[in-house]
């Protein structure tokens, strides 16, 4: 079993839709829970950091944290083309030096 | 200026050659990473600086070899490469070992 899973996709949506993404992990020691996004040619940036359980929002972003579940997911609102790119979950524990396990990455397609 | 700068920014090898890729952060970060991101596979780490020290060495053939002269440069030096080394190279940096990356566009290597 790998310890992070995530669907690949590709998701291709409408523009204005809601989307969501989402990532299961089996480690329960993980604490840190980032999002980063990946355009085409380009290298992943950082779009959410979270610790922990919880939400986390940030303008069409909404990041969810449940641990007990060990379940994450990303939530964008009004979605436009300028989304459609990768999206990658990453998480980490204490102590693990900065060792992120990335899941495999979604690919999103926004359609105007 | 980008964050985190790699160079070039693509790469034809055969398999006998030797060369190596470049990597600067501007950001004042203490750590330093090589990932490699093959086609529908998460990234995986390669090699973990902190403080100009390796910390990590993630099983890694030894016909990849990294240097860090100083907390903003890290190299990854290549030779003898397989087909199979085609990947896209990222060099990512942090503030620390747990703080979340902060990643270059990456190195597209093909390997003839």
Sequence with gaps: QKEVEQDPGPLSVPEGAIVSLNCTYSNSAFQYFMWYRQYSRKGPELLMYTYSSGNKEDGRFTAQVDKSSKYISLFIRDSQPSDSATYLCAMSGPGQGGKLIFGQGTELSVKP | ?112
């Design chain 2, 1 to 112: 200026e980008t964050g985190v700068t790699q160079t070039p920014r693509h790469l034809v090898m055969g398999m006998t050659n030797k060369k190596s890729l470049k990597c600067e952060q501007h950001l004042g970060h203490n750590a330093m990473y090589w990932y490699k991101q093959s086609a529908k596979k998460p990234l995986e780490l390669m090699f973990v600086y902190s403080l100009e020290e390796r910390v990590e060495n993630n099983s890694v053939p030894s016909r990849f070899s990294p240097e860090c002269p100083n907390s903003s440069h890290l190299f990854l030096h290549l030779h003898t490469l397989q087909p199979e080394d085609s990947a896209l190279y990222l060099c990512a940096s942090s503030q620390e070992e747990d703080s979340p990356l902060h990643f270059g566009n990456g190195t597209r290597l093909t390997v003839t």
